[in-house]
């Protein structure tokens, strides 16, 4: 971790991702300021973050009680609490537009010295970096859903990023207990470019009849996978594939990236996956 927060991390955004990175940074024992511009979605990172410890608790697997780890989260709606942060990670949704304008507020309310990280999973960091005086300490640091389970991060080197940026962000993932990948700057990196056409081409399957989207999941798992790709899509949300997949269409300019239309109607219907109840598949309850 770099100078001057200490072990203090900021993350922006208190979503799915967000709250998981807050949760792992706490439970490594650092410090850790959660901001987002909604109080109501601060509380929903909560709950999510206590929920989550709990379970990890009754299996053992935490190195402190629940309460310690929670208390080491502080939240706000003010960008200007992450000021004396070593390192902050942007967990925003995955908008090219609304990640650019964070950047550049984050670069005028951080102190100099401060790394901006992204966990975007396909927008430029060349590009993000380019939104800030500090480009040579933007870096891309893309955590797995969900953030508490999955052991690797992808580390995205943006052009002017600087070797010592990337040593003190794949320290600061070490520390969380996780593996680290290192990607060069393309659409997608890595986990995505290679992901999305499976899922996408899993949902082409399924609207064209292939077979039913139980037994295309079933297929998949029966060749080892863990989660089958329908589901997996529900898992991640199916309005994050869809920016996923939009953006490796237009900057890779392939139409073997062309969203398939069976996502977009899906989307469009507000069937985002678990955290509305539906997607390719049915949960019990929204957010199951």
Same mark, same amino acid.
């Given at each position: 971790?770099?100078?001057?927060?200490?072990?203090?991390?900021?993350?922006?955004?208190?979503?799915?991702? #967000?709250?998981?990175?807050?949760?792992?940074?706490?439970?490594?024992? =650092?410090?850790?300021?959660? @901001?987002?511009?909604?109080?109501?979605?601060?509380?929903?990172?909560?709950?999510?973050?206590?929920?989550?410890?709990? /379970? *990890?608790?009754?299996?053992?697997?935490?190195?402190?009680?629940? %309460?310690?780890?929670? #208390?080491?989260?502080?939240? $706000?709606?003010?960008?200007?609490?992450?000021?004396?942060?070593?390192?902050?990670?942007?967990?925003?949704?995955?908008?090219?537009?609304?990640?650019?304008?964070?950047?550049?507020?984050?670069?005028?309310?951080?102190?100099?010295?401060?790394? =901006?990280? $992204?966990?975007? $999973?396909?927008?430029?960091?060349?590009?993000?970096?380019?939104? /800030?005086?500090?480009?040579?300490?933007?870096?891309?640091?893309?955590?797995?859903?969900? @953030?508490?389970?999955?052991?690797?991060?992808?580390?995205?080197?943006?052009?002017?990023?600087?070797?010592?940026? *990337?040593? %003190?962000?794949?320290?600061?993932?070490?520390? =969380?207990?996780? /593996?680290? @990948?290192?990607?060069?700057?393309?659409?997608?990196?890595?986990?995505?470019?290679? !992901?999305?056409?499976?899922?996408?081409?899993?949902?082409?399957?399924?609207?064209? #009849?292939?077979?039913?989207?139980?037994?295309?999941?079933?297929?998949?798992? #029966?060749?080892?996978?863990?989660?089958?790709?329908?589901?997996?899509?529900?898992?991640?949300?199916?309005?994050?594939?869809?920016?996923?997949?939009?953006?490796?269409?237009?900057?890779?300019?392939?139409?073997?990236?062309?969203?398939?239309? !069976?996502?977009?109607?899906? @989307?469009?219907?507000?069937?985002?996956?678990?955290?509305?109840?539906?997607?390719?598949?049915?949960?019990?309850?929204?957010?199951?």
């Amino acid at each position: 971790m770099t100078k001057p927060g200490g072990d203090a991390v900021g993350v922006v955004g208190a979503g799915t991702m #967000g709250s998981g990175i807050a949760q792992v940074c706490a439970t490594a024992g =650092l410090q850790v300021v959660l @901001v987002d511009v909604s109080a109501e979605q601060l509380r929903r990172g909560q709950d999510g973050i206590a929920a989550s410890l709990g /379970t *990890l608790e009754k299996k053992g697997r935490l190195p402190a009680p629940v %309460a310690e780890i929670a #208390g080491r989260i502080r939240v $706000s709606t003010d960008l200007a609490d992450l000021s004396r942060a070593g390192c902050v990670i942007e967990a925003a949704f995955e908008d090219v537009g609304v990640k650019t304008d964070i950047f550049r507020r984050l670069d005028r309310a951080c102190v100099p010295g401060t790394i =901006l990280a $992204s966990n975007t $999973s396909s927008i430029s960091i060349t590009s993000l970096a380019a939104a /800030t005086s500090r480009p040579e300490l933007v870096v891309g640091m893309h955590f797995m859903n969900p @953030v508490p389970l999955m052991g690797v991060v992808e580390l995205v080197r943006g052009l002017r990023t600087s070797d010592a940026t *990337l040593a %003190a962000v794949r320290a600061l993932a070490e520390r =969380l207990g996780k /593996t680290t @990948v290192e990607s060069r700057d393309v659409p997608g990196f890595i986990a995505n470019r290679v !992901l999305m056409p499976m899922v996408n081409e899993a949902i082409f399957a399924l609207d064209e #009849g292939v077979a039913s989207a139980e037994d295309i999941d079933a297929m998949m798992r #029966g060749l080892n996978f863990p989660l089958g790709p329908l589901a997996l899509a529900d898992l991640i949300g199916l309005d994050v594939c869809l920016a996923i997949l939009e953006v490796l269409q237009r900057d890779l300019g392939d139409p073997k990236y062309r969203p398939a239309p !069976l996502l977009r109607r899906h @989307v469009a219907a507000g069937w985002l996956g678990r955290k509305t109840g539906r997607g390719f598949h049915v949960y019990e309850g929204k957010g199951a």
